[in-house]
């Protein structure tokens, strides 16, 4: 070290005590830049594959489309071996699961979240809330295999004769012979698969209301209920309906559970709850790996096109409507 | 008006025990005090948050019709005595209050207290405007429809008469069917003073209300805390000094959870009898 | 200011009547009956996790033995027999899946926390992403399927692991940007003021410090994953034979490979009563496997969002 910088940095000479500084590092100059290039691909990566799938579907389903027309939209007979090819019966299923599923787990999930946000005490909410949580993390599976030997002869034997029996039994939409198979019983399963995401979103969002807001509602005199339904509900209505948007695309692309518990092979639209049906995620389950023929194959990869489109378009809509739920709770806080 | 507008907006400090606003037959002696009838009654309050102990006996006497000013230090105390008075803290799972406030003839901590209709008389004001994410209309109409059956027309007209109330109604009539959160932050404040007046209660509470506003909007509430003292009893925590001696006729002063010295606000800021509140006054501590 | 609102109050007073009052005990009721049933519907929630557990349990654990882990898959109808292979199958698969889905997963996250942030790449990427988590599990299949089943004319263990790894590449980005994101700016400033070159901020210190969570991330990633079926049903199929090698046909690449969602499904909607019962065995496996894995990254990690 010259003279010069031992004047111009008399304490490290001093430290030092030493001519020399302590050797730099060489820095390896492009490190930064591949890094980041890195990170960028890895992100890239998810981006390739949505449209490598989006690609593959519809190029492996290009020969049912152009072969099939709009046959699949308009017939309800699903039967490759004869030649016919109608999606309804399938299509009609997984609509009407959905909506069951929906029907029964948002009020479940709004009252779940309103316990756990107001009512209840910090140590038993931890406990409701992690079981809720485990629920969500059950294999679809093993809610094939609880619904078929535990819920069906329960429905079959009890429920679904007892559903007959009321003054609901009159109605069209509950008749037929009770099997305990059925979209009655898919829909009620899936009801409680959903539960848990539909339950922690709307919590979630429940939280963010100020607590301000809440208090003046409380100190006008409103019970905790009055407080929830007129003010917390509105705050928190985008970001419920997002949660219900999610739950609604889960329920769509539900496989394992649905397929043990609907029925199976049925080409006509169920006239009732109680009657078998099926959807399409249980249609590509039963049939996709016994389709030998091309066409067939193209056109069950048809209806996964179908399916995925769906599910993207109710997945987009959840997010918009988060992302207004933490667009407004972030103006207001 | 001892300080001006002007001062306010200006943030003068005073360093000199400020001089108190002459009050229309405003009390000045402990004998005239006590002959006054107590709105609420406070007689040895303690709160606890879970363990730690942040009120120790307190004893008030709210004077009805008219305005308390509680002051101290940040920290004092002040806010979490008067949310006593509504039982506000309940919302909160190891927030507890001992001792006994006397309103209407009765205890109101006492177990079996009608929070609902404790909270309907006694109404609060917070720190923060938080308007509801509803209309104008809609905001002062929630304390209504909470409590009251009414007819549609009853139903206008009663949300009418308390922005009138709150002098606010000149400003909005004309918005009503505008989100609360549209209004600037002293209008949202009025509001708030407009929905709790509509559930007609005796008794208003102020928790800060001017810290969040600007000075014209804060002369503006003053005014208006003036004008409500006739038709309720106001109590108004504050941490500028300034403001409790404008608008109050008696004055709390609070210091680490005690009640230090209470009694008329001129004898408070000329002849404080604590040299704690004398200090406080004299800005040696804040 | 409102000077003509001289003295409001008492001229309203005059005008208005006494309004007539509502009920407080009804409403007193409606707040307890809506109470009683949010408790009603924890209540359910919890009834049915408990029911589930407990039924896995009760026809599960007669099937768990030493030769359960240890033997192949009986004939229809005969005794002994295990699921070994498909045990061992689904590990491989996963691992397989693990290794493209966590890596990138992870810097996909790190692109996402530390360089993306507000930007409308960033943003774009995190919309495919949820869009990508939302996709359902048998079209990941389907995917994998045309990808690697199709053009290669056989399935196998390798086009499972492309399956699970699409869905596992969601759920890791978003778990592990979450956890990142927890990271307070100060560190990551800190890192930078010291004049570190950005990778080594990253990577020693803001990633150093949410090692824990992005562990237990991962292995919750990993472990959701395993006990998925449907990316299975005609990617990795199933197979009665031992995993051999990597290309023959009873390879991870170059043939069916058995694991054990595929085979308890097969297993429980066939009518032979000893594969039923190894079924439901398997079952007890997988879910005690993901629900103690999940209850104890709970403990050892006190964090939740690890299951979207």
Redesign the interface.
Known sequence: MSTLESEVTPGIARRRGVADAAPRRRVFRPADPIFRWLTIACGATVAVAMFALAGVLVVDSWQAITTLGLEPLRTTAWNPGGGEYGALTSLFGTFVTTLIAMAIAVPLALAIALLLVELIHPLAGRVVGTTIEMLAAVPSIIFGMWGIFVVVPLMQKYVEPWIQESPLGRLSVFGGTPMGLGVFTAGVVLALMILPFVTAVTRDVLRMVPQVVKEAGHGLGATTFEVMRSISMRYALSGIAGAVFLGLGRALGETMAVTFLIGGDVNTIPRSLFDPGTTIAATLANTFSEATDPLHVSALIELGLILFLITMVFQLVAQAWLRRARRMSGSRA | MALTMTDVAEGRPTIAPPRVAEVAGGQRTSEEFDELPSKLSVRGLDFFYGEERALCGNSLEIKEHRVTAVIGPSGCGKSTHIRCY?R?YE?Y?DHKAGGEIWFGGRNILEPGT???????RI??I?Q?P?P???TVFDNIA???R?????SKG?LA??VE?AL??A?L??EVKHKLKEPG?ALSGGQQQRL?IA??IA?EPEVILMDEPCSAIDPVATA?IE?LIE??K??YTIVIVTHNMQQAARVSEYTAFFYEGYVVEFGPTTQIFENPREKQTEDYITGRFS | MSAGAQTPSQRSVQTLAPARRRSVARRRVVNQLVTAGAWVAATIGIAVMGWIVVTVVRRGIGAISWSFFTELPPGPGEAGGGLANAIVGTVVITLGAALIGIPVGFFAAVYLAEFGRGGRVATAIRTITNVVLGVPSIIAGMFAFAILVKPLGHYSGLAGSLALAFIMLPVMTRTAEDILNLVPNDLRESALAIGAPRWKATMGVIVRSARGGLITGAILAVVRVSGETAPLLFTALSSPYWLEGLFGPAGYAGGPTANLTKTVYDFATSPYQNWQDLAWGGALLIIVAVLGVNVLARLVFQRGKEWH
């Open positions: 509504n506000i919302l799972r009608d929070l609902l209709e404790l909270r309907r109404g609060m917070f923060k938080s509801f994410p509803m929630y304390g209504l909470l409590h009251f059956k009414l009853e007209d009663r008469d009138r109330r002098a109604w000149d959160l708030s929905r709790a559930a503006k005014e004008q409500l006739s038709q």
